[in-house]
């Protein structure tokens, strides 16, 4: 189907516009996935109560 809609494209043609229409997305999944990842490791309290999370640790 992607083939019929990009019509007579070179392959690389072909391989770069799908980069192009792709791989923003990717990189966007793969800075959250290590983002959370981060974020867990850190031991980070979401317990809700704002004075906790705003307090400086001792």
């Known amino acids: 189907m992607i083939a019929l809609h990009l019509g007579a494209l070179h392959p690389v043609e072909q391989i ?34 704002p004075d906790r999370v705003m307090r400086p640790p001792p």
């Open 16 to 49: 770069a516009t799908i980069v192009l229409a792709f791989g923003p997305f990717v990189v966007l999944g793969i800075v959250i996935f290590f983002r959370r990842r981060a974020e867990a490791g850190d031991g980070a309290d979401d317990s809700g109560d």
